[in-house]
């Protein structure tokens, strides 16, 4: 069987590298509050009993019931409470009481809300350019597929297990796009998910991301998506909130980078995998961008990384 060439959602979601932080069970009962400020991570919940209400900093509350899957891919702050929110100053922290199991609200109240909660982070590079093609909040119910992975993520994540981080990140990468596909279609926001739900420009997408090697044009993108060049440019601009070649730039650098951060390939090399007729042009585009040559840019991400990671 001839292999498939990775389609735009699941070349996004691999070069993001997601990475798993946090699984837990959250069981409540009575009024209660949890509450996190100042994060950098991928929020994911999956309501298996119950009730709850999600506040995320800079959107509209969510009331969330039981079979009801909820992700943030860029949250800094949250706050999660019960149906009616305990008074002001009651306490909030939760109470481990098991192995990745918390409670909160009173110990005496009856349970009424059972979730299971996680956070990851993105390991790539270019992080900030890949969650800006994501919704920011994808909130979808009755999704069994998705219900059957959070506790699969959750069980992984109790066990010690052999080739478990593998596994880990697979379930991540599984769960993200399973998550990104269901999403309701409509009234979405600018992004990926908007350009892949047009027959026309999904056409485009799937060019820009398959044939990075290739020299494309807009006229060449337009007629792949079977508009005219105008159309096609004022329509992908309108989908994607960015220019064709714009984007076509952006996706092509993010993927030097990740070339580039796994150290098997030369300057040459990776200027011929991105589009570009010599290294030269490569390390002058790059430049351009960063302000440092690639193999400078390369070394010092690596030993950031190795730091943050000690």
Request: hydrophobic fraction near 45%.
């Amino acid at each position: 069987m001839p292999e498939l060439a990775p389609d735009p959602l699941s070349s996004v979601v691999a070069l993001l590298k997601p990475r798993p932080e946090i699984s837990k069970m959250i069981v409540a009962g009575g009024r209660w509050q949890v509450e996190r400020t100042d994060m950098v991570s991928t929020f994911y919940a999956a309501i298996v009993e119950g009730r709850a209400r999600l506040v995320v900093k800079g959107r509209q509350p969510v009331m969330l019931e039981a079979g009801d899957f909820i992700m943030v891919p860029a949250l800094d702050s949250f706050t999660m409470t019960s149906e009616v929110p305990p008074q002001p100053g009651a306490a909030r922290l939760p109470l481990e009481t098991g192995p990745g199991i918390f409670r909160l609200g009173p110990a005496d109240s009856p349970v009424e809300m059972r979730a299971l909660v996680g956070h990851c982070r993105f390991d790539a590079p270019d992080r900030a350019l890949l969650i800006s093609l994501l919704p920011q909040m994808i909130h979808v119910s009755g999704h069994d597929r998705l219900s059957a992975l959070v506790p699969m993520i959750h069980d992984e994540t109790r066990a010690d297990r052999a080739a478990r981080a593998m596994i880990l990140e697979r379930l991540l990468e599984v769960l993200m796009i399973e998550a990104l596909r269901s999403s309701p279609g409509h009234e979405r926001p600018p992004g990926l998910l908007r350009g892949l739900s047009d027959p026309g420009l999904a056409a485009a997408l799937h060019r820009i991301h398959h044939a990075t090697d290739s020299a494309l044009t807009v006229t060449a993108l337009a007629r792949e998506a079977g508009m005219s060049r105008s159309a096609f440019f004022d329509r992908f601009r309108s989908a994607l909130g960015c220019a064709p070649m714009e984007y076509v730039r952006a996706w092509r650098m993010a993927v030097a980078r990740d070339l580039l951060l796994r150290g098997h390939l030369t300057n040459a090399e990776i200027a011929h995998r991105v589009g570009y007729g010599s290294a030269s042009a490569f390390t002058l585009a790059f430049l351009r961008q960063e302000g440092i040559a690639p193999g400078l840019w390369a070394q010092r991400h690596t030993e950031g990384q190795r730091l943050r990671n000690v």
